[in-house]
């Protein structure tokens, strides 16, 4: 068994293949290896020769903590929650929006049956993982399945269950591509799993009216929970002179939605400590020697909408170019628990189209499949496994120049914003995430009726499907169709700040408003959030007067269990 010295400091050896006691010294081995010292606060920090061992001795780490939670994600995302929990439990919220197993199985199964994630990871980079990220995957789930080996689980919430089970580097990917998709398709499960084909006969619904819409664009990401705050400081307004950032991201302290704090070193290769969402193989938000990075939920739309114009009397078929279309069928079949102890299976139907899954709601905006017309969602996420590249090329950053090369490089962020600064004194804010393809114009030459208004109040484009040449093409130097060019994203650098709280890119730094940017993006010239004021408050008034001290900041847990930062009421 790997061998832990009885100090605060320990240091554990993981070999591959051999499991008697190691020598600390050894390295003669035939799989991956890695060092792992945890810290009297229980943080480990990781250490190996290559990307492979690295992953190796992440994964036993971060399934020495967290092993229950981890092992729960892999039933999720196999679609084995209602053979093991029953139909009607509901998972915790961290890798898609299902309200019930049995609707988080039949979307997940439906994933994994269409082959989508293994056809994305045959890829070559950039268009699929590095080969780096592919050996970090390799050795993650190496050394999770060395963890299951040892036996020293003792959490009473999976010791022994019948659910725990070795895993393959597939489930690294699945778990990013699910992440990748918690901002489209995963925040509507329920209206996907749930949409079915109404009477032949069924009237057309009324359009939403101006009221309902501005209720659904003010849910639309206060559904989600998730949300964060984070201040980057530059020369100017800093005693060093060289940069400094706060990261405050308002996630969970329990559930699979938290983060998991480690240190990743290769010598000469890379350096980087900071926290990864569970159950990724690579630091998320952090810092190297030079450069230091967080993200905040972007305002940025990561989908469209499509309206079918359906065929009178035929509700699964739709009008494309004057031509008919059919939509596709396709069965799914879950595994259900049933009162009496017995598993037997459930089938559920799931319907698509060219543009995407038929959806019958986005936030609190009912959507309904009637016999007149219908709405798919395309989420361009739904074709990326490219944010671990993304990960990875930023923990190697040594600048925020090479931080915003390696975002419009890797293409990979789904739904964030990156704040970054480094030791040259430059502070980052930077969008450059992955949304659909649909700047001003051509939203104004397709959106539907409902659809100008929605992208006019809330940057949610709802497209025309009778016109094929409505559906988002290929821009200029993108690495996928369907998606914004990298260029037309809002970046701003500065030396003295740059912040964000989850409001748009508009007043990133209010002495330089970023304007003029797609709608899809986020408003500008609108109300800030009092949360974004309360940060422009505290950081333009302490923080643009160089070596004068940073304002004090006080750290409480909410009652949601996020921490926030509580800034000292300053006048401007």
């Keep these: 068994m790997p061998r832990i010295a009885p100090r605060a400091a320990a240091a554990v050896l993981l070999t591959a293949a051999v499991l008697a006691p190691v020598p600390a010294s050894a390295d003669a081995h035939d799989g991956p290896s890695a060092t792992i010292r945890y810290t009297e606060y229980g943080i480990p920090h990781v250490i190996a020769d290559d990307y492979e061992g690295l992953g190796y001795g992440t994964g036993y780490a971060a399934a020495k903590d967290n092993i229950c939670l981890l092992a729960d994600g892999v039933v999720t995302l196999g679609g084995e929650r209602s053979r093991y929990f029953g139909p009607n439990g509901r998972p915790d919220g961290s890798l898609s929006s299902a309200s019930t197993n049995l609707a988080s199985d039949v979307f997940f199964t439906g994933i994994n049956e269409s082959g989508i994630v293994e056809q994305l990871v045959a890829r070559p980079a950039p268009h699929g993982p590095s080969d780096d990220i592919r050996a970090l995957g390799r050795g993650w789930a190496a050394g999770y399945n060395r963890y299951l080996r040892e036996g020293k689980i003792t959490d009473p919430a999976c010791k022994d269950a019948a659910w725990l089970r070795p895993i393959t580097e597939k489930d690294v990917y699945r778990r990013a591509y699910a992440l990748a998709m918690l901002g489209g398709s995963g925040m509507v499960t329920d209206e996907i799993v749930g949409a079915a084909p109404p009477g032949a006969n069924?009237?057309?619904?009324?359009?939403?009216?101006?009221?309902?819409?501005?209720?659904?664009?003010?849910?639309?990401?206060?559904?989600?929970?998730?949300?964060?705050?984070?201040?980057?400081?530059?020369?100017?307004?800093?005693?060093?002179?060289?940069?400094?950032?706060?990261?405050?991201?308002?996630?969970?302290?329990?559930?699979?939605?938290?983060?998991?704090?480690?240190?990743?070193?290769?010598?000469?290769?890379?350096?980087?400590?900071?926290?990864?969402?569970?159950?990724?193989?690579?630091?998320?938000?952090?810092?190297?020697?030079?450069?230091?990075?967080?993200?905040?939920?972007?305002?940025?739309?990561?989908?469209?909408?499509?309206?079918?114009?359906?065929?009178?009397?035929?509700?699964?078929?739709?009008?494309?170019?004057?031509?008919?279309?059919?939509?596709?069928?396709?069965?799914?079949?879950?595994?259900?628990?049933?009162?009496?102890?017995?598993?037997?299976?459930?089938?559920?139907?799931?319907?698509?189209?060219?543009?995407?899954?038929?959806?019958?709601?986005?936030?609190?905006?009912?959507?309904?499949?009637?016999?007149?017309?219908?709405?798919?969602?395309?989420?361009?996420?739904?074709?990326?496994?490219?944010?671990?590249?993304?990960?990875?090329?930023?923990?190697?950053?040594?600048?925020?120049?090479?931080?915003?090369?390696?975002?419009?490089?890797?293409?990979?962020?789904p739904w964030v914003n990156t704040i970054a600064a480094d030791s040259r004194g430059e502070a980052l804010y930077a969008q450059i995430q992955v949304l659909p393809n649909v700047t001003d114009d051509f939203a104004d030459r397709c959106n539907s009726v409902l659809g100008h208004l929605m992208y006019r109040m809330g940057g949610i484009a709802v497209l025309d499907g009778t016109r094929s040449d409505c559906a988002p093409g290929k821009a200029p130097g993108t690495l996928q169709s369907g998606i914004l060019n990298p260029d037309l994203y809002p970046v701003l650098g500065r030396s003295d700040y740059v912040t964000n709280s989850n409001d748009s890119h508009w007043l990133s730094n209010p002495e330089k408003p970023l304007t003029g940017y797609p709608r899809i993006i986020g408003d500008e010239g609108t109300e800030r959030s009092l949360r974004t004021r309360s940060g422009l408050v505290a950081s333009g008034t302490s923080w643009t007067r160089a070596g004068s001290p940073a304002p004090t900041c006080r750290t409480s847990s909410s009652r949601t269990g996020t921490t926030r930062a509580n800034w000292p009421s300053r006048a401007p």
Excluded at 238 to 250: C, E, F, V
Excluded at 321 to 349: F, H, I, L, W
């Design 202 to 413: 069924a009237p057309k619904a009324a359009e939403p009216s101006r009221t309902d819409v501005a209720e659904a664009v003010r849910n639309l990401m206060a559904q989600t929970d998730m949300g964060s705050n984070a201040v980057a400081a530059g020369a100017d307004a800093t005693a060093s002179g060289r940069g400094i950032l706060l990261g405050n991201p308002h996630y969970p302290w329990q559930g699979g939605r938290r983060f998991w704090q480690v240190q990743q070193t290769i010598p000469g290769e890379l350096n980087v400590s900071g926290a990864g969402l569970l159950g990724s193989a690579i630091v998320n938000i952090g810092h190297n020697d030079t450069f230091a990075w967080s993200h905040t939920v972007a305002t940025g739309i990561p989908f469209t909408l499509t309206e079918l114009r359906l065929v009178p009397g035929d509700p699964t078929s739709y009008f494309v170019d004057g031509r008919v279309e059919k939509m596709t069928k396709r069965d799914v079949t879950v595994r259900v628990k049933q009162p009496d102890g017995s598993v037997k299976p459930v089938t559920r139907t799931r319907w698509n189209t060219r543009y995407g899954p038929i959806v019958t709601g986005v936030s609190s905006l009912d959507l309904p499949w009637t016999g007149w017309n219908a709405y798919a969602i395309t989420d361009p996420n739904a074709r990326n496994v490219r944010l671990l590249n993304t990960s990875l090329a930023l923990g190697k950053a040594d600048t925020t120049d090479e931080a915003v090369q390696a975002l419009k490089r890797t293409q990979g962020l």
